[in-house]
């Protein structure tokens, strides 16, 4: 238990005082019948939208677990977890992102836009590149429309200083 400058306490537990350690290992085949009840039971709670995955990986579908689980490579992955000897989690992971999909989808701003360093760094160099030519664009306007005023004051300027002259000459 911690407590701040401004008073505010933060209370903090370790995982394992409130839920069992959990063992992570790459899914097998055979572990296609003790997934079945982890996967359905999520489908139908609030994970409904597993229901809306391609048929050859939807719950619902003969064997797309094993499908799944088979033809598991260097790009795509999926893990199990266990409690206590008993299968309690999924967790499917691959490298194959449809990019363009999960932009117009979320803001990965955060994240880089998911853009390689190498991608992300000239972009943000073009983009900055970018704004500074609009800004001094925007500056070189306002200068000409500042010359073009000046311009214009001046006749004014100097027809009221030769009346002023005719009238100090006249007077």
């Known amino acids: 238990m911690h407590r701040s400058e401004a008073g505010l306490w933060l ?4 995982r394992n005082a409130a839920l069992p350690p959990l063992q992570v290992r790459r899914a097998r085949v055979e ?3 003790d997934l079945l009840p982890v996967v359905s039971a999520a489908a139908a709670g609030p994970y409904s939208s597993l229901a809306a995955l391609p048929a050859s990986c939807n719950p619902n579908e003969p064997f797309a677990l094993t499908r799944l689980i088979g033809s598991q490579d260097d790009q795509n992955l999926v893990l199990l977890a266990e409690e206590d000897g008993q299968l309690v989690g999924l967790l499917v992971a ?3 992102l ?9 803001d990965l701003t955060a994240y880089d836009g998911f853009l390689p360093p190498d991608v992300y760094e000239t972009c943000e160099r073009d983009a ?3 704004a500074t030519e609009k800004v001094n664009l925007r500056h070189q306007q ?5 010359q073009q005023e000046q311009q214009q004051q001046e006749p004014e300027e100097v027809a009221a200083a030769v009346e ?3 009238f100090t000459a006249t007077g």
């Open 98 to 106: 449809d990019i363009s999909l999960l932009h117009s989808s979320f």
């Open 128 to 130: 900055m590149h970018a």
């Open 94 to 96: 691959t490298s194959q």
């Open 31 to 33: 572990d296609h019948d």
């Open 164 to 166: 002023a002259v005719r």
């Open 11 to 14: 209370y903090e537990c370790n």
């Open 142 to 146: 306002q200068q000409k429309h500042q």
